[in-house]
Structure formats: structure tokens, C-alpha cells
């Protein structure tokens, strides 16, 4: 049983360098705070580590303790399981350091990086990881879930990226993990989430590409849905795999490069990104830019840097956030006409739902790691969103609709790292009985009590 009360701070503060924040501090409720809003959760103590040593620190206090403890790294993963009730936090988000080595192509991250400061070090050099689609979202939690971008399908998931990481264990022990040490832990990092440790430091394997691609958003109005869904179907399994497409269902932002008329109006827009040479770039993408008059096109040339924040805008914290998502087997005809129903009645303008398209080198890699489903290319991702502290009934009721309208269009298969709290059926989903047996295996090596259990959980 966890103590809710009566942490015996000092303790701790004796052998931690960083700041220990109770609720009487000023800075505690930014601190226990998550991006999505709708998690309201009181920690008894956020132990912001300065480095590995407070990590080994905080853990064998929390042990000691009977601590329920959280794992912060950017702070974005949905179910919010970055804070907690009465626990400890350990709270990562100010280790953000990112060393290149331009020579072995190699980045060094410390845990509370965001993509944005791995893209910044990384360009530099003409070099990247494949990150995610949001430049503040983590690469923590995002990268020990897999973690898929506009990168993926050249370079396969971040984690099919990762070269080793250094992890401080249930039982406070630091350890390396890599594909020639403590191998059965690097298997289940890559993809199992936090459930093993905690991550003190990755590295990673860099690959050419920018500083410049070409890529932005295509507009086109909602009756153009079915279309444009049937035209997709078709032609992203031959396009190319230095082309990434995002399609992407919401109301038009009232943004300047919005025609008027449309605004707050329901569209259908494709994210496009392709990161190859530029000639062979513009002809990629041709059929995709010429398949129908667009209400608006906003592809160019751009630094990839400015590409990967290119939606950051509509992402930031503090707004009530709903989601759920599914692999679904392709874009049926059944399939398109549930989209475009609920494309017509989507409740928030805050909202968007998405079909990401994957395969390629995320497809083709080695399947050696907990990272599942790699063989299914069309990902639905609903991200229901509407301010805070506002009803929330009728958004969730619209999220629900879409998703139950597309389960015949699924096997039940998810994403980890898209899961909400949706029950120990739904991250069996995410891995499948076999890769799911396996992280029991190596969860009852590494955690046996459970201690990492804020997450997507792998009961020992
Ligand atoms: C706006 C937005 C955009 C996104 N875009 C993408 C995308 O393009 N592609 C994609 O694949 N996913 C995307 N995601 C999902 C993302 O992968 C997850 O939310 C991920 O968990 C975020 O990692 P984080 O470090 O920010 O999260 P956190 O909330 O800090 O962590 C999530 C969980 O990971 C574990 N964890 C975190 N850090 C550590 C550590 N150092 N050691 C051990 N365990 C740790 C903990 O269990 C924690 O609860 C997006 C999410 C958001 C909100």
C-alpha cells in the first residue's frame, strides 16, 4: 500500500540535488500538471532530477517508502500516467541535453528532451531521427512506445532507432541496455514503455536527411471526402516511401490561409512530407497535388525543423483532450462512409481525426523488439479536444460513435501510446499474446513488485 501522507521529504532532500516540490510550493501546480488537461491528479511530491544520481535517488526512496511512483518525460502521453495521486513524480522534463556525433551518426538524449531540441541538434548536421509530428511531444514516453513520424516509413519507428539506453531498475540499479547487453531489457524497452525502468539516457541512430523537404497541407472541402479517401487507398501503397501522408478530418481553422468561406467548415487535408531529392520530391508528389483542385495548397520547400512544428499550434497544452484509436485493415467503401458521417458532425472545432499511412521501412524492419503490429499500414487516430472545463459529453459521445462506426473495419489492434486508461484487454491489444507473454517474462525479471506501474501496464 502506497503512504498518501507524511513523506519524509528531508530524507530525500539529503542525497537529491534537484527541486522537490510539495503542494504548498508555488511551482507545484505546474508540476503535477500533464499536456492533457482533463488529468487533474495531486501528487504528494515532484522530484525534478538534475541527473541519473537523483533518479537512483528518488527510486530507492520511493522503494524504501512504498511510494506509488510516475515517470515523466515530456509529459505528453494522454492517459496521463506522467503524474499521480499522493505519489512521487519523478520528473524528468529538465534534462534536455542532446549531443550529435556527426562522424559515427550517433544523438545522445537525456530523458526530458522534446523532439524539437533533437531536431535542432540533429539538422545541424543534415542528419535525424524519425520523431513525431509535434515538436513539443517527448521522446521518452514516444520512443518506449515505438514512436512513428513523417521519418517512419524511410527509417523505420524511433525505437527501431534506438542503439542503447542507459535504465535505472525497480531495485534502484543502473544498467545499460543494448543489442549485446542486457538484451532481453532492450527487447522490451523497444516498445513495452516504461514498465521496465527508467530511462536515463538514449541513443540513437541518425540518418540523412533535410535541412530542407518539401512538404505542408493540401485543403479540400468535406464533399470531397469520399474521393479523396477512395483516390488514397489506392495510391499510397506504391508511393513512395520517401513520402509520408497524414490525412487528416476537422473544421477549418479561421487561419489567413483559409479561404473565408470555409472556416469553422469541415475539411479533409493531407500533411504531406516527403524528404527525398527535390525533383524526384515535386513528381512524388504530383498525383497527390493534382488529383483535384484544392481550396487551398500549402506545399513548399522548408526547413524539416520548421515541417515537424508545423502543427504545433493546435496542439498546445491545457485543453480537455479525448482519444481513441485503432489499425484498421484499409479504406473500405463501409469505412468511408463512416468517416464522412462523422466528419459532418465532428462536435469540436478543436478536434481533427486522422489516418496515418505507414508501412515501408516501418513494415520492413527487423520484428526483433516488443514494438507490435508493424505490418499494418492505415492507423485511425481521433483526437477529440474542447477547452477546459467545459462540457464534455457530447465530444466524448462523437469520439465513441466514430470509433464503435470503424470497429468492423479493425482486428482490435492498437498503438500503445495512443491508449488511454481502456482496460488490461486493450494493452494486451497493443502487443498480442505472444509479444505480451513475453513482457511478462521480463517484467517479473526487472520489476516482479510492479513498482513501474503507471502505464500502459504489463502485470508481472
Ligand atoms: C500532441 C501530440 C502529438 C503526438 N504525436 C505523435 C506522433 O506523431 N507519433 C507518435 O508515435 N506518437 C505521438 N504522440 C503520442 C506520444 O508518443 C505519447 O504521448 C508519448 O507517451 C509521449 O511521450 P512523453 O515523454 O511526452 O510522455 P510522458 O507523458 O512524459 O510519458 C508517458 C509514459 O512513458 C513513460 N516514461 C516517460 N519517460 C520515461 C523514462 N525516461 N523512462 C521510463 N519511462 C518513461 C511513463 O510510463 C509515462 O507515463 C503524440 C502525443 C501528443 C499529445
Not at 359 to 370: F, T, V
Amino acid at each position: 500500500m502506497a503512504i498518501t501522507t507524511g513523506i519524509p521529504v528531508n530524507e530525500l532532500r539529503s542525497r537529491f540535488r534537484g527541486a522537490l516540490i510539495t503542494p504548498e510550493d508555488e511551482r507545484y501546480e505546474a508540476a503535477a500538471a500533464v499536456w492533457n488537461g482533463s488529468i487533474r491528479r495531486r501528487p504528494a511530491l515532484v522530484a525534478r532530477c538534475t541527473g541519473t544520481a537523483d533518479v537512483i535517488a528518488a527510486v530507492g526512496f520511493a522503494r524504501r517508502h512504498d511510494l506509488l511512483v510516475a515517470v515523466r518525460g515530456g509529459g505528453h502521453n494522454i492517459a496521463g500516467n506522467a503524474t499521480c495521486d499522493d505519489g512521487l513524480v519523478i520528473d524528468l522534463s529538465g534534462l534536455r541535453t542532446v549531443r550529435v556525433d556527426p562522424v559515427s551518426r550517433r544523438a545522445y538524449v537525456d530523458p526530458g528532451c522534446v523532439w524539437g531540441d533533437v531536431d535542432n541538434e540533429t539538422q545541424t548536421f543534415g542528419l535525424a531521427v524519425p520523431g513525431g509530428i509535434v515538436s513539443t511531444t517527448g521522446v521518452a514516453g514516444f520512443t518506449l512506445g515505438g514512436g512513428f513520424g513523417h521519418l517512419t516509413r524511410r527509417f523505420g519507428f524511433a525505437s527501431d532507432n534506438l542503439v542503447g539506453a542507459d535504465v535505472v531498475t525497480a531495485d534502484a540499479r543502473f544498467l545499460h541496455a543494448s543489442a549485446t547487453e542486457n538484451e532481453d531489457l532492450f527487447w522490451a524497452i523497444r516498445g513495452g514503455g516504461g514498465n521496465f525502468g527508467v530511462v536515463t539516457a538514449f541513443e540513437f541512430r541518425l540518418h540523412e536527411a533535410g535541412p530542407e523537404v518539401l512538404g505542408g497541407l493540401i485543403f479540400h472541402p468535406a464533399e470531397r471526402a469520399p474521393s479523396l479517401l477512395r483516390f488514397l487507398r489506392d495510391y499510397l501503397p506504391s508511393s513512395s516511401e520517401e513520402l509520408t501522408v497524414f490525412t487528416i478530418m476537422r473544421k477549418a481553422p479561421a487561419a489567413a490561409f483559409v479561404p473565408a468561406q470555409f472556416h469553422g467548415q469541415p475539411v479533409i487535408a493531407n500533411l504531406v512530407v516527403h524528404s527525398g531529392d527535390p525533383t524526384q520530391a515535386e513528381r512524388d508528389l504530383d498525383p497527390l497535388r493534382t488529383f483535384a483542385e484544392p481550396l487551398v495548397d500549402l506545399v513548399g520547400r522548408r526547413p524539416y525543423t520548421a515541417v515537424q512544428a508545423l502543427t504545433d499550434a493546435s496542439w498546445a497544452p491545457g485543453f480537455e483532450n479525448y482519444w481513441k484509436s485503432d489499425y484498421v485493415v484499409g479504406i473500405p467503401e463501409g469505412a468511408i462512409d463512416v468517416l464522412t458521417e462523422h466528419l459532418a458532425t465532428i462536435t469540436s472545432p478543436l478536434s481533427d481525426f486522422k489516418i496515418a499511412y505507414l508501412g515501408g521501412a516501418a513494415a520492413r524492419l527487423s520484428d526483433d523488439s516488443a514494438l507490435s503490429h508493424r505490418n499494418l499500414c492505415f492507423l485511425l487516430n481521433i483526437n477529440t479536444r474542447w477547452p477546459l472545463g467545459t462540457a464534455s459529453a457530447a465530444h466524448k459521445e462523437w469520439t465513441r460513435s466514430l470509433f464503435e462506426g470503424m470497429k468492423p473495419f479493425s482486428e482490435g489492434k492498437v498503438y500503445v501510446n495512443f491508449l488511454m486508461d481502456e482496460g488490461q484487454d486493450r494493452v494486451r491489444a497493443a502487443y498480442g499474446p505472444e509479444k505480451y507473454e513475453r513482457l511478462v517474462a521480463i517484467k517479473r525479471r526487472y520489476d516482479p513488485d510492479n513498482v513501474f506501474r503507471l502505464n500502459q501496464n504489463v502485470k508481472p
